[in-house]
C-alpha cells in the first residue's frame, strides 16, 4: 500500500471508473470469457443463458412472441402504476376519473390507450404465443410442466383484462361484467359462491367494482409475476428452447473456446496489468456450478452477449413503437356511464370472451363452463396425454399432423365463434350481417 | 469399532427427535395454511352486504291497478295485478342476469333475446329456467312487502 494510493486527489480521478466498476461486476466484454461472464455477474442478465442456439435466435422459430407478451406485462405494469395515481374505485367517481384522464390530465389520454391496448395485445400475443409452442412440439418432455404453467400465464392474462375492464364503469365494463360473472354462476355446486365472492354482493356495485380494483392491481399482477418468473427460469432449467431431435444429442461435442485472460482482472482494482497467456478452454471450464449438466453443448450455438440481447432489445423497441402508434391513432373506449335500468342491446363481453358469449347463446352451462371447462382440462393434459417424441423443435413437423391439425380445428373453431360474436350479432342476439 | 457403533447408537434417538420436530412443524405449518385459507375464505364472503335490501315495500295495493304489470327496474322485479291477486315475478334474466322487459307476449330479454309468458315460463332463447316468483305480503300499515329471498311457487298470488 503506498501513500500514493490513498491520496484524496487520486480517489478523485478515480471515482467515475471505481464507481462503475462497483456497479458493473464486469467490464463490457471484449473476450468469450467476458461474454459468458456477464451473464451470471449481473442481476439483470443472470436469466439469461451464456450461449443460445441459433434456432432460438431466428425470428421466423419463435416470432418472438413470448417475449412481447413479456414486453407487454412491463409496458401495462408502468403505464397502470401511473393510471392509479388519478382513479378512484367508487361508482360516483371512477367513470368521472376517465372523464378527467381525457380532459385535464396531461399525457392522460395517451396512457389510459398504451394501457388499454397493450392488455388487449398481450391476450393476442399470449394466444399466438401458445400456438407457437404447440405447433413446434415444444411442450414435449421435459417442458410438460412449463407448459401448464403456461396455460396458467393465458388464465391469469384473461383474468386480469377481465377484471381491468369493469374499471372505467361505463356501460361496456357494467353489462360485460354481468354478463360475464353470471356465466361463472352456472358452474356445478360451487359457481353460485364464487359468482357472491367474486361480486361481493348479489349484483355488480361498489363491491364488486372494489374486488375487481384489488384482483387487477395487486393479486393478479402479483400471481403473473412469480408464474412468469418461474416460466422463465424453467425454460433455462430445461435447457433453453426445444431443438430438432436430429440436431440435439448426437452432435454433442465439447466446443472449444479460445480465452485471451482479461487484462483488468474482474474483481482486484488498480494492480498492475499482466499480459495473460491466451488459453484454450472447453465451455465446462467458463460455467461454474450445476448450470451446465455436461460441458458439452451444440456446435450451433452463439454467445448471448451480444447476440441474444440484441435481439431482446429490438423486440423490446418494436413492442413499445407498436403500443405508441396504435395508441396514437385509436382512443380507449369509453362509453356513457353505468345506467343500471337499461342494458345496451345487444349487451356484449370484451372481444376475447365473444366466442364464449356465442356459445354461451346456445346452452348456458355446455356454452359457458362444460365446453370450456373441458378445453382447459385438455390444455392442461396436453403434455402428459400426447407423449410422441418426434417433430418437436420444427413448425408444423410432418410426424405431428394428427396433434397439429387437431389443435388448429380448436383455434379456428374458437377464432370462428368470436367473429361471430363480434360483427354478426345486433340486438337481442340475432343474426346481422355486417355488410 | 466399538466407538462408532456406540456414536451410532447415542445419536439414534437425537435423530429420531430431530425428525419428530420436522413432522411437527410440517403438520403445524401445513394446519395454519389450511386454517389460514379458511379463515381468508370467510374473511372475503361478505356476511353484510351494502346493497339494496333484498326485502322492500312498493306501495299500497291500490298503485298497482288490476290487470297492471309494472316492473320496478330498480328493484329488478315487475308487480303483477289480476283482480284482487297480487304477485312479484323476478325481471332478473335466468340466463346471464340481464334486466327483461314486460312484453306484449310476456317479457322479453334484451341480452341473447329469452322470451318468457305471462308467467315468467321460458317461451325461446338461451335462458335455462322460468323467472322467479317472489313472496309478497301485506304489511299493517297497508304496505305491499316483497321478500326476494323467499322463492314461492310459479302461480302464487297473494289476495288483497
Ligand atoms: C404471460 C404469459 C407468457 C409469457 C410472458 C411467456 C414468455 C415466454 C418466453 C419469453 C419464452 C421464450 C421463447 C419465446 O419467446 O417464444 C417462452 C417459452 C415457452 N412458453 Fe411461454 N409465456 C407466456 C405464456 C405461455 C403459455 C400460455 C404457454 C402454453 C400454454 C407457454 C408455454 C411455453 C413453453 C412450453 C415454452 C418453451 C418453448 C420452447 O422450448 O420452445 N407460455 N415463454
Ligand atoms: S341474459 Fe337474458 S338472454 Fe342472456
Known sequence: MSKEQNSIGKSVVDLPANVTRSIFRNPLPSSDRGRAATSFTNFFLHVQPVR?????LRPS??????????FLFVILTVTGVLLMFYYVPSTTQAYDRMLDL?????????????HRWAAHGMVACVFLHMCRVFFTGSYKPPREFNWVIGVCLFGLTLLSSFTGYLLPWDQLAFWAITVGTSIAGYAPLVGKAIKFILLGDATVGQEALLRFYVLHVVVLPLVLTIFVAVHFWRIRKDGGLAKPETEAAP????????????????AASGSVAVAAPVRKFTIQGLVRGPLIKVGKLEEDT??????LLIAELVVLLLTIAGVMLVSFFFN??????VNVMHPPNPAKAPWYFLGLQEQVSYSAFWGGIGVPGIEVLLLLLLPYIDRGKEGVGRWFARQRIFANSIFLFFVLVNIYLIVIGT???????????PF | MGMTATETRSTEPQIGRRRFLAWLSGLGIAGSAALGSLATFFFIRPRTTYGQPNRFKIGRPDEFPSGSRIAIDPKRVCIVREGNKVAAISTTCTHLGCIIAPSATGFQCPCHGSRFDVDGNVTGGPAPKALAWYAVTLTPS???????????????YLSV
Open chain 2, 142 to 156: 297497508g304496505e305491499l312487502e316483497v321478500d326476494k329471498d323467499n322463492e314461492i311457487q310459479t302461480g302464487t
Open chain 1, 423 to 433: 360483427f354478426f350479432r345486433g340486438a337481442n342476439w340475432q343474426f346481422v350481417s
Open chain 1, 332 to 337: 380507449a373506449p369509453l362509453e356513457q356511464p
Open chain 1, 251 to 266: 452432435k454433442r461435442v465439447p466446443v472449444q473456446v479460445e480465452i485471451q485472460e482479461d487484462a483488468v482482472p474482474i
Open chain 1, 102 to 114: 381525457r380532459s385535464s390530465v396531461v399525457f392522460g389520454v395517451i396512457l389510459r390507450n398504451m
Open chain 1, 52 to 56: 443460445v442456439s441459433r434456432q432460438a
Open chain 1, 61 to 70: 422459430y419463435t416470432m418472438g412472441l413470448g417475449l412481447i407478451s413479456f
Open chain 1, 302 to 307: 452463439v454467445f448471448s452477449w451480444p447476440n
